[in-house]
Nanobody, 115 residues
Framework: QVQLVESGGGLVQPGGSLRLSCQTS????????MNWYRQVPGKERELVAN???????NYHDSVKGRFTISRDNVKKILHLQMNSLKPEDTALYYC?????????WGQGTQVTVSS
């Protein structure tokens, strides 16, 4: 079955960096676009970044120039490199993909930016 397992979250000071990873299995990874979302309690989940099959990327305006999404099609891993982190980046970060009409989410990894 399809599985998305995030890792790499943690507590970091403002200005610091983290690299999130999403290990995938159960589907042909290199044939589907992949996304990173985040959610803060009480707010809707928001799309942070996405990457197409061809490697084209898009970012939420608030993370442009600071975050980089990438994919390793051999290892079937999705990454999110997060630099210059701000307190407002604090959230639960989710890996996401859609296979035809089926939507899949990971369990999330918590990122907390605080001094």
């Amino acid at each position: 079955q399809v599985q998305l397992v995030e890792s790499g979250g943690g507590l970091v000071q403002p200005g610091g960096s983290l690299r999130l990873s999403c290990q995938t299995s159960g589907f042909t990874f290199d044939r589907y676009a992949m996304n990173w979302y985040r959610q803060v309690p009480g707010k809707e989940r928001e799309l942070v970044a996405n990457i197409s099959v061809a490697g084209a990327t898009n970012y939420h305006d608030s993370v442009k120039g600071r975050f980089t999404i990438s994919r390793d099609n051999v290892k079937k891993i999705l990454h999110l490199q997060m630099n210059s982190l701000k307190p407002e980046d604090t959230a639960l970060y989710y890996c996401h993909t859609q296979l035809f009409s089926f939507v899949y989410w990971g369990q999330g990894t918590q990122v907390t930016v605080s001094s």
